[in-house]
């Protein structure tokens, strides 16, 4: 029989990804005018790569010492690695590459992205409910 993790764990694995993008950008409209910052984003499509190849090898890995990296460790480290860097459209004299209407954009997409989520993994709960009531 699954557990609770593998029936839940993808869904929530993605709204705790989706709400690290939501921080990052909200980090880029907060420094919009701090000189040299450097606007950053997260890929959620490499995290995503990343972490469905970790859970394919995850049953066959076994952590044998107390400070190994488990799953939620090894999605974190995912999440750092796929932050991204990029170039604004117009760029600014202070070196700052933070464009405020693309971040105002990207916030609210994100935002909508993160509902999402959200809302699968309330289907799934109520679902799961369903079930064990025998509905």
């Known amino acids: 029989m699954p ?3 593998s029936y839940f ?4 694995a993605a709204a705790s990804v989706k709400s690290r993008r939501l921080e ?17 984003d997260l890929d959620f499509a490499k995290v995503l790569r990343q972490y469905s190849s970790a859970s394919s090898n995850t049953a066959t890995m076994q952590a044998t010492k107390a400070k190994h990296i488990g799953a939620a460790g090894a ?7 796929a932050i991204t860097y990029y170039t604004p459209l117009n760029p600014s004299l202070d070196n700052n590459t ?6 105002q954009a990207r916030f609210g997409r ?19 409910r369903k079930a064990l009531r025998g509905e």
């Open 3 to 5: 557990s609770l993790d």
């Open 110 to 128: 994100a935002v909508a992205d993160y509902q999402a989520s959200i809302q699968f993994l309330e289907n799934k709960i109520s679902g799961m």
């Open 24 to 40: 990052i950008i909200s980090g880029n409209i907060t420094n919009a005018s701090t000189p040299g910052y450097k606007a950053k």
């Open 9 to 12: 764990g993808f869904n929530s």
């Open 75 to 81: 999605l974190r480290q995912n999440m750092y690695s």
């Open 98 to 103: 933070v464009e405020m209407g693309v971040e």
